[in-house]
């Protein structure tokens, strides 16, 4: 079993629409999760983070976590052409020590028009 | 625009040549990261340090020799590459190591490295 697992799509939805992007973790002492997106090409850019159960939000970003689970997802509404990316999960496993983040190997989105 | 700045954006090489890639960032970050991406793969961490100090080797060849001269600048000296090495490689920072939450990684732009 992958540490970090997601499924690497493509995931396609209508602009307009809400995009749903799950992962799951093997680590359950886990504490930290984090989103980044990454354009083609480009670096990955930090969307964003959680640690407690339950949701948070951030504009049109709502990222949820269920360690019970243990799964964290990122809904995106409203979706955008410019959201296109891939969308990579990152873990802080228990057993990683400090800051290693581990990675999941990305869903690809495309919100087409 | 990015706080972590990388150096060159492009780089070709061949296999016998010797050159660095360059990292630097003024956020006061106390950690920072070299990691390497293949095309359609995560991110794959290959060092840190942590207060100028080497923290985490993934067993990375020795072809690849990271060097921190300060808090700011963190290079990464190559020597002896093989095509296989040809990747994205990417410069992180964050506040600490050991922050978690606390010290999310900002990453740089990166360098698309080539060898021939």
């Known amino acids: 079993q992958k540490e970090v697992e997601q499924n690497s799509g493509p995931l396609s939805v209508p602009e307009g629409a809400i995009a749903s992007l799950n992962c799951t973790y093997s680590?359950?002492?886990?504490?930290?999760f984090f989103w980044y997106r990454q354009y083609s090409g480009k670096s990955p850019e930090l969307i964003m983070f959680?640690?407690?159960?339950g949701d948070k939000e951030d504009g049109r970003f709502t990222a949820q976590l269920n360690k019970a689970s243990q799964y964290v997802s990122l809904l995106i509404r409203d979706s955008q052409p410019s959201d296109s990316a891939t969308y990579l999960c990152?873990?802080?496993?228990?057993?990683?020590?400090?800051?290693?983040?581990?990675f999941g190997t990305g869903t690809q989105l495309k919100v087409e028009l | 625009d990015t706080e972590v700045t990388q150096t060159p954006k492009h780089l070709v090489m061949g296999m016998t040549n010797k050159k660095s890639l360059k990292c630097e960032q003024h956020?006061?970050?106390?950690?920072m990261y070299w990691y390497k991406q293949k095309a359609k793969k995560p991110p794959e961490l290959m060092f840190v340090?942590?207060?100028?100090?080497?923290?985490i080797n993934e067993s990375v060849p020795s072809r690849f020799s990271p060097e921190c001269p300060n808090s700011s600048l963190l290079n990464l000296h190559l020597h002896a590459l093989q095509p296989e090495d040809s990747a994205l490689y990417l410069c992180?920072?964050?506040?600490?190591?050991?922050?978690?939450?606390?010290?999310?990684?900002?990453f740089g732009n990166g360098t698309r490295l080539t060898v021939t």
């Open positions: 990152a873990v802080i496993l228990l057993t990683g020590g400090g800051n290693k983040l581990t």
């Open positions: 340090y942590s207060y100028e100090k080497l923290s």
């Open positions: 956020m006061g970050h106390r950690a």
């Open positions: 959680i640690y407690s159960n």
């Open positions: 680590d359950r002492g886990s504490q930290s």
């Open positions: 992180a920072s964050s506040p600490s190591w050991t922050g978690g939450l606390n010290s999310p990684l900002h």
